[in-house]
C-alpha cells in the first residue's frame, strides 16, 4: 500500500511522559504522512496506547514536541486536537450504552473540514451496514464487534482528517476483523490518514503502509510493512 503524499502531517520527536514518577516513553519519535496508515507495534505495556494518550492530549508529555499539519500540540488539551482534526478511538470503546446507534453517533457530531465530504449517520450506515440494522438500538445492547463500529463511526462524526485506533482488532471475531481491515481502505481511500495500534502482525500487514515497533516506551525498528520481518517482529512484539 502506498501513501498518497509525501507531505508529513503528524510529527513527534523526543517524546518522554511519565505517570506520576515512572517514565513511560523514552524520547519516542515517529511521524506520519497526509493519507498513510502507520501502525505502532508492540506487546501490552510497549507504550503505544501512553504514545496516543500523550498525542492527544490526555496525557501531556514532561519533554518532547508534537507537531500536526505544522502546529504544535503538545500542550493542547484534547478538546483542541480534536478541533484541529485529530479523532481518537480508544481502546476500551466507551460507548453510551443507554443510547441508540444513532444517537451515539450525534454525540460526536463537529462541522465539515475544508476538502473532505462530511460523515454524515447516512455515509456511515453504508461503510457499516451492520449499524444500519442496529440504528435505533441501545448502543449496550451490540455485539463487541458493533461497539467497535460505533465507536469509530461516532469518531468519523467528528469529521477528522487523522484518526488514531488503539488496538482496533483485539477480542474481535475473524470476520469482524475482516470487515475492519476493509472499512480501514475506504476511509484511506476518503483521505483519512490512520494511525493504530496492533499486536496483529496479520491485520497490520493488510491495511497499514508503515510500522513502528516499540520496546520499553521507545522506538527500536521503523520500516515499511513490507520490509518488517517477521524475525524482527518476534524478537520484540512476540507474547
Not at 506520519?32 to 510497549?46: K, S, T
Request: aromatic share 8%; net charge negative; charged share 20%.
Amino acid at each position: 500500500m502506498e501513501p498518497q503524499s509525501n507531505k508529513n502531517i503528524l510529527k513527534v520527536s523526543g517524546l518522554n511522559t511519565f505517570y506520576g514518577k515512572a517514565q513511560i516513553l523514552f524520547d519516542l519519535a515517529l511521524d506520519m504522512r497526509q493519507g498513510e496508515v502507520v501502525v505502532l507495534l508492540g506487546r501490552n505495556g510497549a507504550g503505544k496506547t501512553t504514545t496516543f494518550k500523550s498525542i492527544i492530549g490526555i496525557v501531556p508529555p514532561a519533554s518532547g514536541s508534537i507537531t500536526y499539519k505544522g502546529l504544535a500540540i503538545e500542550k493542547l488539551p484534547p478538546f483542541k486536537t480534536c478541533v484541529l482534526g485529530l479523532g481518537y478511538v480508544p481502546e476500551d470503546r466507551r460507548i453510551f450504552s443507554n443510547l441508540t446507534t444513532l444517537e451515539n453517533l450525534e454525540v460526536g457530531k463537529q462541522p465539515a473540514r475544508k476538502g473532505l465530504e462530511m460523515w454524515t449517520p447516512e455515509r456511515l450506515f453504508e461503510l457499516f451496514p451492520n449499524l444500519a440494522e442496529r440504528r435505533y438500538q441501545a448502543g449496550g445492547t451490540l455485539s463487541g464487534g458493533e461497539q467497535q463500529m460505533l465507536t469509530i463511526a461516532r469518531t468519523l462524526m467528528g469529521n477528522p482528517e487523522t484518526v488514531i485506533l488503539d488496538e482496533p482488532s483485539e477480542g474481535l471475531a475473524p470476520v469482524i476483523v475482516d470487515q475492519l481491515a476493509i472499512t480501514i481502505q475506504k476511509l484511506k481511500d476518503e483521505g483519512v490518514s490512520i494511525l493504530l495500534a496492533e499486536q496483529n502482525l496479520n491485520f497490520a500487514r493488510h491495511v497499514c503502509d508503515r510500522a513502528y515497533l516499540l520496546y520499553q516506551g521507545s522506538v527500536c525498528h521503523e520500516s515499511t510493512i513490507d520490509d518488517l520481518s517477521d524475525a524482527v517482529y518476534e524478537k520484540y512484539c512476540a507474547l
